[in-house]
């Protein structure tokens, strides 16, 4: 049983990051409520509020975006689904790496026949090389 437990992980969005995004809804929010006499700032403040909102309960609904044991893998799709992939149907496993300017960003791939599952360490609370390095020791 112990060995079970071992062998599935999980990776979700950080509960603090959860906490930022709800925070800056908030904030946001407030912006938009003390200039309502000016009706672009009331506007483009909701629309950042109402997007930052829309995060927030995506991250409380599925904090967990990718789930991993010996049969298979559970990602995210959509804005709040859930897909059962099993290893067979999984065709690659890399992270893509790119720098632009300043910026460098880094995503795990999860490839199927039919889907690409991209996820960052934002969404994953971890760095995306040492979740590939583990879906590799999960995967049979």
Do not use: N
């Not at 709800?22 to 700032?41: E, H, I, K």
């Not at 997007?51 to 559970?74: F, H, I, K, Y």
């Not at 689904?81 to 992270?95: L, N």
């Amino acid at each position: 049983m112990e060995g079970d437990i071992e062998a599935a992980r999980r990776w979700r969005v950080p509960a603090k990051q959860i906490v930022a995004e709800c925070a800056a809804a908030a904030a946001v929010a407030a912006l938009a409520v003390l200039g309502a006499g000016d009706v672009q700032m009331l506007l483009l403040a909701g629309v950042a509020a109402a997007g930052l909102a829309a995060l927030a309960l995506r991250d409380l609904l599925v904090p967990v975006r990718v789930a991993a044991d010996r049969e298979g893998l559970t990602v995210v799709t959509g804005y709040a689904g859930h897909r059962r992939v099993p290893w067979d149907e999984v065709t690659a496993i890399r992270v893509d790496e790119r720098r632009r300017l300043l910026l460098r960003t880094r995503l795990l791939e999860i490839e199927t026949a039919d889907d690409l599952h991209l996820f960052s360490a934002f969404d994953l609370g971890a760095d995306v090389h040492d979740v590939a390095d583990e879906l590799y020791r999960l995967r049979p």
